[in-house]
């Protein structure tokens, strides 16, 4: 009788994307207490979860690398949608430059919407914008004994060519303008130095990326409030600042956010088998980072 039962209602598959949207419901309470007020957590549960259905790649990645950087865009208060933050896969050397061990992991990358919304809300600034130029524009940019001077006149019909300058203004509450500009090749410089740099936001989306660094740049002799300086640190590690070419040894230690990924569901352990079926990636440079810490978690 029994046997005839089981039969008819056989155990339930539970799929990747299934394992993902239970952890991250487990962690609702979590991201509730990182992210600030105005944040509802279900939101942001549904824009996570959103990400990851757009991105399949996510779910061969490390799945502690994926609530992890979704935790820390909570701690951000930013939506990994794309326009404030984005979920970026990249490859790592978790084992020593004699026996490489690739994985995939993921990592939060704050977006030119996101910065501008962080440093909109800093209260220090009346207003900022970031551009990019065309060859087609008509751009000028001077200092003299007067200070930074910039006229900018974009061509607004027809084909406005290749890009050549990016620049951002703010203007303070006291009324003092502050002045950024950078050179495409200045911009291709930094890209140089991304853990990413040939794929994902910087392929997909150079004008955003350009606008962000030169932003970032900017964001520098900017009066800046903690949360604003928080988020361009978080962007910061995205970069390989040092070009180290030696592979880190990784070290773990328990935290409660992996004793809640512990507690998943039994196909949630099968990751280490998903993870030794992706295919082994070869890379232009060892990019090598420790798995993100979750002090505040403990």
Same mark, same amino acid.
């Given at each position: 009788?029994?046997?005839?039962?089981?039969?008819?209602?056989?155990?339930k598959?539970?799929?990747?994307i299934d394992?993902?949207?239970?952890n991250?419901?487990?962690?609702?309470?979590?991201?509730?207490?990182?992210?600030?007020?105005?944040?509802?957590?279900?939101?942001?549960?549904?824009?996570?979860?959103?990400?990851?259905?757009?991105?399949?790649?996510?779910l061969?990645?490390?799945?502690?690398?994926?609530?992890?950087a979704?935790m820390?865009?909570?701690q951000?208060?930013?939506?990994?949608?794309?326009?404030?933050?984005?979920l970026v896969?990249?490859n790592?050397?978790?084992?020593?430059?004699?026996?490489?061990?690739?994985?995939?992991?993921?990592?939060?990358m704050?977006m030119i919407?996101?910065?501008?919304?962080?440093?909109?809300n800093?209260?220090e600034?009346?207003?900022i914008?970031?551009?990019?130029?065309?060859?087609?524009?008509?751009?000028?940019?001077?200092?003299?004994?007067?200070?930074?001077h910039?006229?900018?006149?974009?061509?607004?019909?027809?084909e406005?060519g290749n890009?050549?300058?990016?620049?951002?203004?703010?203007k303070t509450?006291?009324?003092?303008v502050?002045?950024e500009? $950078?050179?495409?090749?200045?911009v291709?410089?930094?890209?140089?130095?991304?853990?990413?740099?040939?794929?994902?936001p910087?392929?997909?989306?150079w004008g955003e $990326?350009?606008?962000?660094?030169?932003i970032?740049?900017?964001?520098?002799?900017?009066? $800046?409030?903690?949360d604003?300086?928080q988020v361009?640190?978080?962007?910061?590690?995205?970069?390989d600042?040092?070009?180290k070419d030696?592979?880190?040894?990784?070290?773990?230690?328990?935290?409660r956010?992996a004793?809640?990924i512990?507690e998943?569901?039994?196909?949630?352990?099968s990751q280490e088998?998903?993870?030794?079926e992706?295919?082994e990636?070869?890379?232009?440079?060892?990019?090598?980072?420790?798995?993100?810490?979750?002090?505040?978690?403990k």
């Amino acid at each position: 009788m029994n046997q005839k039962a089981a039969a008819k209602n056989p155990p339930k598959v539970v799929t990747p994307i299934d394992e993902v949207r239970n952890n991250l419901v487990k962690m609702e309470d979590q991201f509730k207490k990182a992210l600030p007020p105005q944040i509802n957590s279900e939101k942001f549960v549904r824009v996570a979860m959103t990400a990851v259905q757009q991105n399949p790649d996510l779910l061969l990645a490390d799945r502690h690398t994926l609530y992890g950087a979704c935790m820390k865009a909570a701690q951000d208060g930013l939506l990994p949608d794309a326009r404030e933050a984005a979920l970026v896969i990249y490859n790592t050397n978790v084992g020593t430059r004699s026996e490489a061990k690739w994985i995939k992991k993921v990592q939060y990358m704050p977006m030119i919407a996101g910065i501008l919304k962080k440093v909109r809300n800093s209260g220090e600034l009346a207003s900022i914008s970031p551009h990019v130029v065309y060859d087609q524009d008509e751009f000028s940019y001077w200092i003299d004994e007067s200070g930074e001077h910039l006229k900018h006149q974009p061509k607004l019909n027809g084909e406005r060519g290749n890009a050549t300058h990016v620049y951002a203004i703010a203007k303070t509450k006291e009324s003092e303008v502050y002045i950024e500009v $950078m050179t495409k090749e200045e911009v291709e410089q930094v890209r140089s130095m991304s853990r990413a740099k040939e794929a994902g936001p910087w392929s997909n989306w150079w004008g955003e $990326m350009a606008r962000k660094t030169v932003i970032r740049r900017l964001s520098k002799r900017l009066p $800046m409030s903690t949360d604003l300086e928080q988020v361009i640190r978080a962007d910061d590690e995205f970069y390989d600042l040092n070009k180290k070419d030696e592979a880190i040894e990784i070290k773990t230690k328990p935290t409660r956010l992996a004793k809640l990924i512990s507690e998943a569901p039994a196909e949630e352990q099968s990751q280490e088998k998903q993870a030794k079926e992706v295919e082994e990636v070869t890379t232009q440079e060892d990019e090598a980072e420790a798995t993100p810490s979750f002090e505040d978690f403990k």
